[in-house]
């Protein structure tokens, strides 16, 4: 498969990981661990994002290792998941999906089907995979259908494993100069000779939830957001906070 613009990774090629083609399985059923209908640090424009569970390939310092794990996560029947997200991210304005990870081409059927789902009701997809393309585009040639029907469903591509020693901070999306920003359609192609040319620059979004709880999603380096999150207060009006106040006790802190 030759992308259509690329903002190509650079160095790299020495590593052991993601040489090894991932297991194949059921599409039937998908496990995944998080879905947000509407975000603008997973990839161009406002994206619904879906974080699915399981990861083989295992890069040291990798920004989600909780989920690295086959198991944990919800199990969920692909078609109709497939419709409930899609249904959300359109009356949430998405333009498109983005699938990450965990990785996505571990479980390429299952991902592929909800790729697919998105792209007929006309919306974009973006997947983010530690697999380097060239070795994606070789399995799919040796008969992985699942992995070629998962590329053939993406528009947009980032590959290749998180390499901590190439940290890369002028790039979006992407943490390590070994990474491929990839159009694999005309869809993004002009954002991504954008990003070969000027680079860009990673988006965070932080989200206190109703219990009080911080949740984050989109990419930084662990210094800046532990600074981040150390200055990040309690939020005074979480269930937890109102029911000590309550009770005349201490205030309790936001476990960070
Ligand atoms: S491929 Fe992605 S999710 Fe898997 S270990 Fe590497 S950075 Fe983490």
């Known amino acids: ?21 991932p297991g194949s399985r059921s599409a039937q059923t998908l496990r995944w661990s998080r879905f947000l209908a509407a975000t603008e640090a997973e990839g161009p424009g ?54 990450l990870g965990g990785e996505p081409f571990d479980q390429a059927g299952a991902a592929a089907s909800v790729a697919r789902a998105f792209r007929a009701a006309g919306l ?35 590959d290749g494993p998180y390499l901590r020693d190439l940290p890369d901070l002028s790039r979006p999306w992407v943490g390590s100069r070994n990474q491929g920003v ?5 869809r993004y192609a002009d954002e991504v000779r954008r990003i070969a040319g000027a680079g860009g620059a990673d988006r ?3 989200r ?5 709880g911080v949740e984050v999603n989109g990419w930084a380096t662990d210094a800046a957001l532990a600074a981040l999150l150390d200055d990040l207060g309690p939020r005074i009006d979480s269930p937890a906070q109102v029911a000590a106040r309550a009770l005349g006790r201490t205030e309790v802190e936001v476990a960070r």
Do not use: K
């Open 1 to 21: 498969m030759i992308p259509l613009a690329e903002s190509a990774g650079v160095g790299g090629d020495g590593s052991l990981l993601a040489t090894v083609a």
């Open 46 to 99: 406002v994206r619904a994002a879906v974080w699915l569970q399981g990861c083989a390939v295992r890069c040291p310092e990798c920004f989600n290792p909780q989920l690295w794990a086959d198991r944990g996560g919800v199990v969920s029947c692909t078609a109709e998941i497939a419709e409930e997200w899609v249904a959300q991210a359109h009356a949430a304005g998405a333009e498109g999906v983005t699938l």
């Open 124 to 158: 974009s997809v973006m997947t983010f995979t530690g697999y380097p393309l060239d070795r994606l585009a070789a399995w799919a040639e040796a008969g992985r259908d699942d992995i070629g029907a998962l590329l053939a469903s993406t528009d947009l591509l980032c």
């Open 182 to 186: 990839r159009a694999l359609t005309d």
């Open 204 to 206: 965070l979004e932080v």
């Open 208 to 212: 206190i939830t109703r219990g009080g």
